[in-house]
């Protein structure tokens, strides 16, 4: 295969999308999400799309640094981008997306041919036979212990096969009166996830998780801060950890996927929207070898549509290239657009008997439109994009 370069137009625009109700973590409310759009578009009228939007809790400095990074034309050349993940999130995307409608392909068939491809390997055609449908798992309310069950009975009347709750934003006692209310209303089958959001010193976890093993929990998400702590926490815990939000790079998961961390290995709970390159994600990823060995669960980061579906392109690449159904995966973090009281696409990804149906058409499958762009979003840089593709 050879390289070839071309010019592309690219816009860039900053977002800020409102939440329907404050969100209470341990970090605090989250009442909106901010976040940085790219169009790249081509000189035949293809045109691709991609965001990207820094956890809730991180500074709002860091997005700020990487707008004036690309209005200083630091980030219009993509050798310079991979130090900025975020930029480098919405680029690879928006450049698949684009390549993807080119080919007139899903992005997930795409992105499946061009990395097997890229590794000298086999694309199987006889996966692409059926519609993806990813399971999910259910946000549950941090309300009160009724709230909280009835919550959980009408996630288990949609069909979903999983259930999360944010822990760790009240006293510990608080927490346990829901996740028994929870655990009670969903039944034992069920899985019951918590995060934690690094909510607890080393010892308290500790003593948290270990009041945990009656409720059969699946896994708790980063319930301290740390990929050391967590990874320590993981090898003695009674209850899985699974570390989230403590990964902020790919240099991060680098250093969780080192065999010392696999004595006991905790769950990897993987944004693609936020760690940086997708191709450069992937192959970070494929050290893993067969991902049925090491638990990997794809989530959004409250993303809005656009960038919900192209985790789940993304997670439905990964489940092929193991060999795996989606439809087998872990359940994904990926149902939290009816999050938003505003999106950039006029409609969101369906969601049925608690699975997300990827539709078949070219590239992510959705666009943002106009109105919500104009509502929304403000245009922050303009200009052209070398981008680098491979050719057979």
């Known amino acids: 295969m050879t390289a070839r370069t071309e010019e592309l137009e690219f816009t860039l625009y900053e977002f800020h999308l409102p939440l329907r109700e404050a969100l209470r973590t341990s970090h605090g409310l989250t009442i909106q999400r901010r976040g940085l759009l790219l169009r790249l578009a081509d000189g035949n009228g293809y045109v691709g799309w991609g965001q990207s939007m820094p956890l809730p809790h991180r500074p709002s400095r860091v997005l700020s640094q990487e707008l004036t990074a690309w209005q200083d034309k630091a980030l219009q050349d993509p050798a310079g981008i991979s130090h900025w993940p975020h930029s480098a999130a919405a680029a690879s995307t928006a450049w ?26 086999a694309a199987d055609e006889g996966a692409f036979t059926e519609q993806v449908a990813l399971p999910l798992s259910a946000l549950m309310p941090t309300g009160s212990p009724e709230s909280v069950a009835q919550a959980g009975k009408l996630a288990v009347s949609e069909g979903y096969c999983a259930v999360k709750l944010k822990v760790g934003s009240d006293d510990f006692r608080a927490d346990l009166l829901r996740i028994e209310s929870l655990r009670q209303a969903v039944g034992p089958s069920l899985k019951l996830r918590l995060d934690a959001n690094q909510a607890w010193d080393f010892s308290t976890a500790e003593a948290n998780l270990a009041q945990l093993e009656p409720f059969d929990i699946d896994y708790v998400e980063e319930p301290t801060d740390g990929l050391a702590a967590l990874t320590e926490l993981a090898a003695a815990s009674p209850v899985n950890i699974a570390i989230d939000e403590s990964i902020q790079n790919l240099a991060d998961l680098n250093q969780v996927l080192t065999p010392a961390s696999h004595q006991k290995a905790p769950v990897l709970v993987i944004k693609p929207t936020v760690l940086g390159d997708l191709a450069q994600l992937w192959q970070t990823l494929s050290k893993i070898g067969n991902l049925s060995k090491l638990r990997v669960v794809i989530t959004s980061a409250m993303d809005s549509s656009l960038g919900i579906a192209a985790a789940a392109h993304f997670a439905t690449a990964l489940a092929l290239a193991a060999k795996q ?68």
């Open 96 to 121: 698949s997306d684009l390549q993807a409608r080119r080919a007139e392909l899903p992005l997930y068939r795409w992105l499946l041919r061009s990395q097997l491809l890229a590794h000298n390997q």
């Open 325 to 392: 159904q989606p439809s087998q995966m872990d359940p994904c973090g990926l149902g939290t657009a009816s999050l938003l009281a505003a999106d950039l696409c006029a409609s969101s990804l369906e969601i049925s008997q608690g699975k997300l149906l990827l539709p078949e058409g070219p590239g992510l499958g959705l666009v943002p439109c106009d109105q919500a762009i104009n509502n929304c979003a403000t245009k922050v840089a303009q200009g052209w994009w070398q981008a680098e593709s491979l050719s057979a």
